[in-house]
């Protein structure tokens, strides 16, 4: 089904398509440029950082459970232990692991090749270079590391609330208020961290729930980010946008526009809490990000340990 006209013209709008040249692979990560790096360093001033992941483990936040995309939690399997390097066991031991999992299993962020529509991707590649072995173009691998300044927008916090409620759309309002809050301004270049307390229903074992009734992102947001040059957008939540979707004939609208129209890197199944907490402890919003994803040539996304630095 092809986008509403709406979101069409949106679509148009915020399109960065041959931005940053016809051959193009990163997107808004071409945003982040020597200054967006020095100005992420000019943050760390206490050397105190804060980890963004969750988890790799069975008891991750993918279920059978309804709305499931067929995801598998990390599994971890020993390929040998405690073997004897030379054949003597008080000699040279080791041991290796192996690890099967879902490349969106845990905290991640997409490549612009996981989402598109009409048969094309970001920067009018089609979709047909995404086969059986991976993509061919637009793959995790040409994201590159991620060192920018990052800031935090605690819409929860804004509205006074442990969580967002189901069904609560973020769109610019929200992400103005929250941007004022901070006391400082978007910057080109710059990765925004929104929370919104979701992450609570997965820590309460609420999987279901954690992944269908959610607030997030809806398509406001999306101009939103364009407007203002972000980088990398993340959340704590297991959809990025609103679900059950904003709208009912664009079932992912938001990673449909953001991935494949603006090139936005997005991640999801961000870790937030500690971080906020100590932001609204110091009053400070701001911090050197770094989230470098694995990079897993072909792969349409792309696991990553973020870690904030104040």
């Given at each position: 089904m092809p986008?509403?006209?709406?979101l069409?013209?949106l679509?148009s709008?915020?399109?960065?398509?041959g931005r940053?040249?016809d051959?193009?692979?990163?997107g808004?990560?071409?945003l982040?440029?020597?200054?967006?790096?020095?100005?992420g360093?000019?943050?760390?001033?206490?050397g105190?950082?804060?980890?963004?992941?969750?988890a790799?483990?069975?008891?991750?936040p993918?279920?059978?459970?309804?709305?499931?995309?067929?995801?598998?939690?990390?599994?971890?399997?020993?390929?040998?232990?405690?073997?004897?390097?030379?054949?003597?066991p008080?000699?040279f031991?080791?041991?290796?692991?192996l690890?099967?999992?879902?490349?969106?299993?845990?905290?991640?962020i997409?490549?612009?090749s996981h989402?598109?529509?009409?048969?094309?991707?970001?920067?009018?590649?089609s979709?047909?270079?995404?086969?059986?072995?991976?993509?061919?173009?637009?793959?995790?691998?040409h994201?590159g590391?991620?060192?920018?300044?990052?800031?935090?927008?605690d819409?929860?916090?804004?509205?006074?609330?442990a969580?967002?409620?189901?069904?609560?759309?973020?769109?610019?309002?929200?992400l103005?208020?929250?941007?004022?809050?901070?006391?400082?301004?978007?910057?080109s270049?710059?990765?925004?961290l929104?929370?919104?307390?979701q992450?609570?229903?997965?820590?309460?074992?609420?999987?279901?729930?954690?992944r269908i009734?959610a607030?997030?992102?809806?398509?406001?947001?999306?101009?939103w980010?364009?407007?203002?040059?972000?980088?990398?957008?993340?959340n704590?939540?297991?959809?990025f946008?609103i679900y059950p979707?904003e709208?009912a004939?664009?079932?992912?609208?938001?990673?449909?526009?953001?991935?494949r129209?603006?090139?936005?890197?997005q991640?999801?199944?961000?870790?937030?809490?500690?971080?906020?907490t100590?932001c609204a402890?110091?009053?400070?919003?701001?911090?050197?990000?770094?989230?470098?994803?694995?990079?897993?040539t072909?792969?349409?996304?792309g696991?990553?340990?973020?870690?904030?630095?104040?």
């Amino acid at each position: 089904m092809p986008l509403p006209d709406e979101l069409s013209a949106l679509a148009s709008r915020v399109s960065n398509w041959g931005r940053w040249g016809d051959d193009d692979q990163r997107g808004t990560l071409n945003l982040i440029d020597a200054e967006a790096v020095r100005r992420g360093a000019a943050c760390v001033r206490r050397g105190e950082s804060f980890s963004l992941a969750i988890a790799m483990d069975v008891d991750g936040p993918q279920t059978d459970g309804p709305g499931a995309p067929g995801r598998l939690n990390p599994t971890l399997r020993m390929k040998y232990v405690n073997v004897a390097f030379t054949g003597d066991p008080a000699d040279f031991t080791t041991t290796d692991d192996l690890l099967e999992l879902s490349m969106q299993a845990a905290t991640h962020i997409d490549a612009l090749s996981h989402a598109g529509y009409e048969g094309l991707l970001y920067n009018g590649v089609s979709a047909e270079v995404v086969t059986e072995a991976g993509a061919a173009r637009l793959g995790i691998e040409h994201v590159g590391p991620i060192v920018t300044r990052g800031l935090l927008l605690d819409v929860a916090r804004l509205h006074d609330v442990a969580q967002l409620p189901e069904g609560h759309v973020i769109g610019g309002e929200d992400l103005d208020a929250a941007v004022a809050a901070t006391g400082t301004a978007v910057m080109s270049g710059d990765a925004i961290l929104v929370r919104t307390g979701q992450m609570a229903v997965l820590q309460d074992g609420r999987k279901d729930d954690y992944r269908i009734h959610a607030p997030g992102f809806g398509v406001g947001a999306v101009e939103w980010f364009h407007d203002h040059d972000v980088a990398l957008v993340a959340n704590d939540t297991y959809a990025f946008e609103i679900y059950p979707p904003e709208h009912a004939d664009a079932m992912m609208a938001v990673h449909m526009l953001d991935l494949r129209d603006v090139g936005l890197t997005q991640g999801q199944l961000w870790y937030l809490d500690d971080l906020a907490t100590d932001c609204a402890n110091d009053s400070v919003y701001e911090f050197l990000l770094s989230a470098t994803p694995l990079p897993v040539t072909g792969a349409v996304s792309g696991m990553v340990a973020p870690v904030a630095v104040k």
